[in-house]
C-alpha cells in the first residue's frame, strides 16, 4: 500500500499531479497507480479490473516503463456489462466486458505520453471508467518537432 506522500511523488515524478489543471487529471489523481510488468521476452504485462460497484479501472493510472508492446488482462468483476476502447498505434481495440468476464488485448505503444482509455458503454466514462496508460521515456531524436522544448512524462 502507498502512502499519499509516496503517491504525491510518483504523480509529479510521471507528469500527472497538474495534468493541465483539467478536471480528468484530478480524477485520474485519485485512483490507484499500477506498474507494467516486464517479462524477460521484453513484453509488458498488467491486469486491470472494474470491482463490484465501483465504476472505476484499477489501476486507473498504469506506467509503462518506456514504449513497447504490452498484454493487458481485463476484468469486469461488476453486475454490469462494461466494454474497453483501448489505445493501440494504427488501430484502437475494443473489448466487451460482460459481467463477470474477462477479456485480452495486445496494445503497441511505441512513444512516450498519456494514453487515454475508458468504457463508453451507457455513461460510464462519465460516471468513472476512464483511466490513462502513461508511457515514460524520451522521443527519439528523429521523432522530435522543431519547437521549444516541452515537458516529458
Known amino acids: 500500500m502507498t502512502t499519499m506522500q509516496e503517491r504525491t511523488e510518483l504523480l509529479n515524478r510521471i507528469g500527472l499531479d497538474a495534468q493541465n489543471?483539467?478536471?480528468?487529471?484530478?480524477?485520474?489523481?485519485?485512483?490507484?497507480?499500477?506498474?507494467?510488468?516486464?517479462?524477460?521476452?521484453?513484453?509488458?504485462?498488467?491486469?486491470?479490473?472494474?470491482?463490484?460497484?465501483?465504476?472505476?479501472w484499477d489501476p486507473d493510472i498504469l506506467v509503462m516503463p518506456h514504449g513497447g508492446d504490452i498484454d493487458l488482462e481485463l476484468v469486469n468483476d461488476d453486475m454490469n456489462t462494461h466494454c474497453a476502447l483501448l489505445p493501440s498505434n494504427g488501430d484502437r481495440k475494443f473489448i466487451w466486458l460482460v459481467n463477470h468476464s474477462r477479456g485480452r488485448a495486445t496494445l503497441n505503444l511505441?512513444?512516450?505520453?498519456?494514453?487515454?482509455?475508458?468504457?463508453?458503454?451507457?455513461?460510464?466514462?462519465?460516471?468513472?471508467?476512464?483511466?490513462?496508460?502513461?508511457?515514460?521515456?524520451?522521443?527519439?531524436?528523429?521523432?522530435?518537432?522543431?519547437?521549444?522544448?516541452?515537458?516529458?512524462?
Open 21 to 56: 489543471k483539467a478536471g480528468l487529471g484530478s480524477v485520474l489523481g485519485t485512483g490507484r497507480i499500477g506498474q507494467a510488468e516486464e517479462g524477460p521476452d521484453g513484453r509488458m504485462r498488467a491486469t486491470i479490473r472494474i470491482h463490484p460497484d465501483e465504476l472505476t
Open 110 to 153: 511505441d512513444g512516450p505520453g498519456y494514453y487515454w482509455y475508458s468504457s463508453p458503454t451507457g455513461n460510464d466514462e462519465g460516471r468513472g471508467l476512464t483511466g490513462a496508460i502513461v508511457v515514460l521515456g524520451d522521443v527519439p531524436p528523429e521523432a522530435r518537432l522543431d519547437r521549444p522544448a516541452q515537458p516529458r512524462p
